[in-house]
């Protein structure tokens, strides 16, 4: 019983699946009239015990439609089927009633665990009706097969056949001699998405005419469940499998450029387009006239790709082995413009794609880019930038393991694939009853993330391939994929900064532009407001939780100001506070107790001011000027002191208590390369000449630990130090050679999950994120220009930039 309703669920998951068997002529007979699923058993426990086990039927074991095939399959409790050589017939009856019909060699009795027996006397014919499970079905012996159904009327109807010229359908009776062997399923193929309409609980007619059978066996893989067999179709009767018939087939490679965020995808293959013309020919009964833009693509091109995405869709073309781009792209469009480093054109004539239908749907496309080995068409400029971008982010699905491991099922040449995504399958439930909606939205998308089914044709047949991968985990290992972006339409001048937001424990990102304005963004990029300031940001936003409460805000200078603001762009208390005179270091922000009692430092050439978080100056803060600080100021904690330590103008390093008189004198003058850094208890510098220096902030005694090359640089915090020769690290004493090219300095964040590096190479636009122990992350780099910063919340984010535009990762 359960393996009927495994079965069922299985071939449901792929778009309009179908299966196969075989039997000798009797039992055909008595296959009802409206039979969609026939399976072919000879041990019925077999069958049930492999699809006992199968995780993705045991998500969809509770839907409405299953329970209802459950309750109509019970019977088969009382039969002890192995050996005998049985079908069990799916149907529907009146208005969408569930009905199993078993049909098998004359039985002398059943295992009886029924409570209640009659006989109903029809056509001359004893039929005993019992119950089992408090449902009833009916069985008799009847010349010379046993029937069992849990319908009375589809029961009557067989008892009154004349079997002896009765054929149930030429094209079942063709396939399944052709096909006997062992557990083997036959689905009426007729609506390529019957079964899957049917299981969400819609009755659908099978009067299309998009193939006539298929014959499935399922096979074993650790990896993915996978069902073969063929498909049947008849040219001669315009189905749609036979725009297909007797393609030459190339191999797939849309894979290669595939955005994981897609849809659907339908793609066909071919080495001569003439024989799609042909078949388009023979399937409308009518010339065919293409269209001299497309016919050039076709020829040069050996797959096309219709994908479905999110917000658009696109057509996807394959360049041939060793092909060139045969398009004058420059000369066709009246537009260009440049995303990620690749040209997108927008073309003076857009391809259309009316003549083809429907190997494609009727559209127009404008927009045009070439990606590795495929030009890529869309109505939209987004398209192409959701296929660049996930390339370049390795974030297409040749990348992911549990493609490649379901690969192995599947013909490296096809002349049909089509893979839907469980978003769609999802999205093709949403009208369905709440309650089996509730449990289709609960099927974790990284567990089965897509379903393939793959065609390669001949005469008026085709194999077929179902695969339905097992992620299972695997795809939630560490991995980055791009999740926002925001265009500016004015240049960047500082940012990206990360900014806690407590109200969904995640992270916006700042950026100001070149007119000194301030701007919010969700982490999808959405825009939460903009505020003007006075001027660009010195260094870094400092992140504080001034009340306590859990609710941020944002502490950063101008050259003017001190800006104090709520995560919804408001000031706080009496800032900003305005400076007469320039503003000369990014704004120091100290909690030296861990209490949340912040402190802003303001640094104004040789002068300190103290804020509180009111905006008032700290009368117990004293600086005796000197010369000017030319470091940002940097608190440190030894022990139960606190230091505030800066390097000045002449070379000296002052080392301040809380209240800003000296709290230890160093003698030595170093000429400081870099900003200061507490690493193991000691302040860390490089020097112009390239030395490490190692300052005792207790003792005020400097030492050198190494020498490096004068343009390397430095950053540490209490557990890492890391020094950047550009493509060499030291981290931690610990070389690391990152591949060669153009390195920015790399940068320490502490998130709650460990000490990260991240840095860009500006060759080739990449950001890499190493761990502590100088790592590559998986999926990494990504793409990425001129400043990176990284953050922890609910998810890892990084955010970066590409010119004027902002990217946003998860990570």
């Not at 070379?651 to 008189?661: D, F, H, K, W």
Request: glycine share 4%; with cysteine.
């Amino acid at each position: 019983m359960r393996n009927l309703i495994a079965l069922i669920i299985i071939v449901f998951t792929c778009t309009s699946c179908q299966e196969n068997s075989e039997i000798n002529n009797d039992l055909i007979n008595r296959i009802p009239t409206d039979a969609k699923i026939i399976v072919h058993i000879d041990n019925l426990e077999d069958l049930d015990q492999f699809f006992s086990s199968n995780e993705l039927l045991n998500k969809l074991s509770k839907l409405s439609r299953i329970r209802e095939i459950k309750e109509a399959s019970s019977f088969l409790k009382n039969y002890n089927l192995k050996g005998e050589e049985s079908l069990i017939a799916l149907s529907i009856e009146g208005k969408n009633e569930v009905v199993i019909t078993l049909i098998t060699s004359p039985l002398k009795k059943t295992i009886d665990t029924t409570n209640t027996t009659s006989e109903i006397i029809y056509n001359e014919a004893k039929i005993i009706k019992k119950e089992i499970d408090k449902k009833s079905y009916y069985s008799l012996n009847h010349k010379g097969v046993h029937l069992a159904s849990s319908s009375l009327l589809v029961l009557e109807s067989i008892v009154r056949r004349d079997v002896s010229d009765y054929v149930f359908d030429d094209g079942f009776q063709n396939i399944y001699n052709r096909t006997k062997s062992g557990s083997t399923f036959y689905i009426k193929a007729t609506e390529k998405k019957w079964l899957e309409q049917f299981l969400l609980g819609n009755n659908i007619s099978d009067n299309g005419n998009h193939a006539e059978w298929y014959q499935l066996e399922a096979r074993t893989g650790g990896t993915y469940f996978q069902l073969d067999g063929v498909i049947t179709y008849q040219d001669s009767l315009k189905m749609d499998h036979d725009l297909y018939n007797n393609l030459d087939a190339a191999e797939n490679h849309i894979q290669d450029v595939l955005p994981l965020s897609f849809r659907s995808l339908k793609s066909v293959t071919y080495q001569k387009p003439s024989q799609l013309i042909d078949n388009l020919k023979r399937y409308h009964s009518n010339e065919i006239k293409v269209g001299s833009q497309l016919m050039e693509i076709l020829d040069n091109t050996q797959e096309m790709s219709e994908v479905k995405l999110e917000k658009t869709n696109a057509l996807v073309f394959t360049l041939k082995p060793y092909e060139s781009v045969f398009m004058n792209l420059d000369s066709l469009s009246t537009a260009k413009f440049t995303y990620r480093d690749h040209l997108i054109y927008e073309l003076a004539n857009p391809i259309k794609t009316h003549a083809i239908r429907p190997l494609v749907q009727a559209k127009e496309y404008k927009f045009v880019t070439v990606l590795d080995q495929h030009l890529i068409c869309s109505n939209s400029a987004s398209a192409p930038e959701e296929f660049i971008s996930n390339y370049q982010n390795k974030t297409v699905l040749s990348e992911q393991p549990w493609w490649n491991d379901s690969r192995e099922a599947l013909s490296n040449s096809s002349s049909l694939l089509k893979i839907t995504s469980a978003k769609e399958f999802k999205e093709l439930a949403k009208d369905t009853d709440q309650e089996d909606l509730k449990l289709i939205q609960k099927l974790d998308e990284n567990d089965f993330p897509l379903m393939i089914s793959q065609y390669v044709h001949e005469d008026e047949y085709a194999h077929y391939h179902l695969v339905v991968p097992y992620a299972m985990g695997r795809s939630n290992k560490m991995q980055v994929s791009q999740i926002g972006a925001y265009k500016s339409p004015k240049k960047i001048i500082a940012g990206p900064f990360l900014f806690p937001n407590h109200l969904n424990k995640r992270h916006d990102v700042a950026f100001q532009d070149e007119d000194f304005t301030l701007h919010l963004l969700s982490e999808f990029g959405k825009k939460w407001w903009s505020k003007n300031l006075d001027g660009p940001i010195l260094g870094e936003i400092e992140v504080t939780d001034a009340y306590k409460n859990g609710r941020k805000q944002m502490a950063f200078a101008t050259n003017k100001s001190v800006y104090f603001i709520d995560r919804n762009g408001k000031d706080v208390n009496a800032y900003p506070q305005q400076f007469k005179d320039p503003i000369t270091q990014p704004l120091s922000v100290f909690d030296y107790d861990n209490r949340r009692e912040y402190r802003f430092l303001v640094t104004q050439g040789n002068e300190l001011i103290m804020l509180d978080r009111d905006g008032k100056t700290v009368s117990g803060f004293t600086y005796k000027k000197a010369k000017n600080i030319t470091s940002q100021p940097q608190h440190f904690r030894i022990g139960i002191k606190d230091y505030i330590a800066f390097a000045k103008a002449d070379n000296s390093i002052a080392l301040l208590s809380r209240t800003g008189s000296m709290r230890t004198n160093v003698k030595e003058k170093p000429k400081l390369n870099t900003a200061l850094y507490l690493n193991k208890n000691k302040a860390l510098a490089l020097t112009e000449e390239g030395k490490l220096m190692e300052l005792d902030p207790v003792k005020g005694t400097v030492n050198y630990k190494g020498t490096y090359r004068t343009d390397a640089t430095l950053q540490a915090n209490s557990k890492m130090l890391l020094i950047q020769n550009n493509n060499e690290l030291s981290i931690n004493s610990y070389d690391v050679t990152l591949p060669y090219g153009t390195y920015l300095p790399a940068h320490i964040t502490r998130l709650s999950s460990g000490d990260f590096i991240h840095l860009i190479e500006t060759g080739e636009n990449k950001v890499y994120i190493l761990d502590r122990k100088g790592d590559l992350l998986s999926s990494l780099p990504v793409y990425g220009k001129t400043q990176s910063a990284i953050a922890q919340s609910k998810n890892r984010y990084l955010a970066t930039l590409d010119g004027d535009d902002v990217i946003i990762y998860k990570w």
